[in-house]
């Protein structure tokens, strides 16, 4: 998918990318970095990581509520931050979560943002389903087209530590991929309305 996007043209409680991540052991630690383009004035989801686990069904989603908040969803917890109002430009977004700390870090096109602590001590399950562009509020389905991401997505890699600064500064000039979602080497499933195009800028 290098140099590639995924196109979400309309509101739909359809249209969505199901991937396919490579994990084997239960969560201590998460980062999700992507890059995001829309020009929606509501809220909407861009990552959102379900599980079979009851009680816990959607341990992890990216929510942002333009024009200048990003929530961060561990485990039954939403973290909230305020950050710089977005320009109508390609976002980078990374979100980094260590359990042994609960220590969230939130960098929004490398800056990191206050960082707060949310559910120490908590895991992520193995069993995961990852969608894009749309929130789970079941184990992949339960989609509501008002959280629906209507825009683009790109560049979207995950691993199962926290990144450090430097790791974030290289993933931003694309020169550190995930280990458990790699967008080089993406293992993706579109469903509904969601077109693979060529990144124009
Ligand atoms: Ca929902």
């Not at 359809?14 to 490579?22: E, F, G, K, N, Y």
């Given at each position: 998918m290098e140099g590639k996007v995924f196109?979400?043209?309309?509101?739909?409680?359809?249209?969505?990318?199901?991937?396919?991540?490579?994990?084997?052991?239960?969560?201590?630690?998460?980062?999700?970095?992507?890059?995001?383009?829309?020009d929606l004035s509501r809220s909407y989801t861009v990552f959102s990581l379900a599980?079979?686990?009851?009680?816990r069904t959607t341990p992890f989603?990216?929510?942002?509520?333009?024009?200048?908040?990003?929530s961060v969803h561990i485990n039954q917890e939403d973290t909230y931050f305020r950050t710089d109002s977005e320009s109508l430009?390609?976002?980078?977004?990374?979100?980094?979560?260590?359990?042994?700390?609960?220590v969230v870090q939130l960098w929004v096109n490398g800056k990191l943002y206050p960082r707060r602590v949310s559910m120490k001590g908590s895991s992520i399950a193995a069993e995961t389903s990852i969608v894009l562009g749309q929130e789970q509020d079941s184990f992949g389905g339960g989609f509501d087209a008002s959280q629906s991401l209507v825009g683009e997505i790109s560049d979207i890699h995950m691993w199962d530590y926290a990144l450090t600064p430097e790791d974030v500064h290289k993933v931003i000039s694309g020169r550190h991929n995930g280990n458990v979602i790699n967008w080089v080497s993406l293992y993706y499933e579109i469903k509904g309305e969601v077109l693979v195009q060529p990144r124009l800028q």
């Open positions: 196109v979400f043209p309309h509101e739909a409680n359809t249209s969505h990318v199901i991937l396919r991540p490579t994990i084997t052991k239960p969560l201590q630690e998460v980062s999700v970095c992507l890059r995001s383009y829309s599980t079979p686990v009851p009680g989603f990216i929510y942002l509520q333009p024009p200048n908040t990003c430009d390609w976002r980078h977004i990374c979100v980094t979560w260590d359990s042994n700390t609960g």
